[in-house]
């Protein structure tokens, strides 16, 4: 069983929608990385989350340390939200050590 | 301020080979990660550098060494190259771990 789950790992939905992509994971971390892959391979960090809940525009981050899962939403969603988005666990303390989920492939249809 | 650089790009080695790979961090980043994303396995940790020293390594084999210079520049070397290291390097900075990094565009290996 992998360490870090996400689901669903492929999702297609219209524009406008609202998203949800989850993450479970089964160690003890220091913090979690939401990360945003655009084809061609350039990874973007949108979040790090240690507890609680973060916003940045139309995305939101949360996670629940208790029950050891994460969910990243994504409102109104655009075609240019299209892109695998990438949940990363940190088992490092006071260091990087990072352990990758599979992938959320995220279409967003016009 | 730059965003981190690797370089090459791209790179086309032959079985038996050897690879050097270089990336740059954000200047006043002190922790460089690099990552091998592959198909198959997804995006993988090789090793963190942090203060020219390695702080933390992933699970892969000993032909897979790097190194952090003072200027916090980092380098990465694979030994006897194999088809199944053809993936995509990826290098990450951050001012200090385990803040937010930064990625760089990676580095296409083909070994053929």
């Known amino acids: 069983k992998n360490e870090v789950e996400q689901s669903p790992q492929n999702l297609t939905a219209q524009e406008g929608e609202f998203i949800t992509i989850n993450c479970s994971y089964s160690v003890g971390i220091s913090a979690l990385h939401w990360l945003q892959q655009h084809p061609g391979g350039g990874i973007v960090s949108l979040f790090m989350?240690?507890?609680g809940k973060k916003k940045h525009g139309r995305l939101i981050a949360t996670i629940n340390i208790q029950e050891k899962h994460s969910s990243l939403h994504i409102t109104a969603s655009h075609p240019r939200d299209s892109a695998v988005y990438i949940c990363a666990v940190n088992l490092g303390q006071g260091a990087q050590k990072l352990v990758f989920g599979q992938g959320t492939r995220l279409t967003i249809n016009p | 301020k730059a965003g981190v650089t690797q370089t090459p790009r791209y790179l086309i080695k032959t079985r038996g080979q050897q690879v050097t790979l270089s990336c740059s961090p954000i200047?006043?980043?002190?922790?460089v990660s690099w990552y091998q994303q592959t198909p198959g396995q997804g995006l993988q940790f090789l090793f963190e550098?942090?203060?020219?020293?390695?702080?933390n390594k992933g699970n892969f084999p000993g032909r897979f060494s790097g190194r952090q210079f003072s200027n916090s520049r980092s380098e990465m070397n694979v030994s006897t190259l194999e088809l199944g290291d053809s993936a995509l390097y990826l290098c990450a900075s951050s001012y200090l771990p385990p803040y937010e990094q930064y990625f760089g565009p990676g580095t296409r290996l083909t070994v053929t």
């Open positions: 989350l240690s507890s």
């Open positions: 200047s006043g980043h002190r922790s």
């Open positions: 550098y942090f203060s020219e020293t390695q702080r």
